[in-house]
């Protein structure tokens, strides 16, 4: 079982910066891939960024990439989404997961993760 837990979300304004956490309980945590997703008011959560288990590759989707950057430190069983020249459009619960069952590197799907954190809300005001 692992648990998840992220921090860092706040209310910033347009062209500001916020790096949020994700902290992760368990002893594997290396071994799993991990995905940001955000869920946005009356739309469905979509998927942002995911790390592989070295934190070798990642990926994001088109509108983050250049202003968001995810990356994780095994040691301290943290994954990091810092987050540049933030936009309202950004404005989201964001969430964490894990992927337990990865056969690949990284999975953008959410059907994919097996873990999740409760979700920390940024809100970018304009």
């Known amino acids: 079982q692992v648990q998840l837990r992220e921090s860092g979300g706040g209310l910033v304004q347009a062209g500001g910066s916020l790096r949020l956490s994700c902290a992760a309980s368990?002893?594997?945590?290396?071994?799993?891939?991990m995905g940001w997703f955000r869920q946005a008011p009356g739309k469905e959560r979509e998927f942002v960024a995911a790390?592989?288990?070295?934190?070798?590759?990642?990926y994001y989707i088109q509108s983050v990439e250049g202003r968001f950057t995810l990356s994780r430190d095994n040691a301290k069983n943290t994954v990091y989404l810092q987050m540049n020249s933030l936009k309202p459009e950004d404005t989201a619960v964001y969430y964490c997961?894990?992927?337990?069952?990865?056969?690949?590197?990284?999975?953008?799907?959410?059907?994919?993760?097996?873990?999740w954190g409760q979700g920390t809300q940024v809100t970018v005001s304009s």
């Open positions: 997961a894990a992927d337990a069952g990865a056969s690949s590197s990284y999975s953008l799907k959410s059907e994919d993760y097996d873990y």
């Open positions: 368990g002893r594997t945590f290396s071994s799993y891939p």
């Open positions: 790390i592989s288990r070295r934190g070798i590759l990642t």
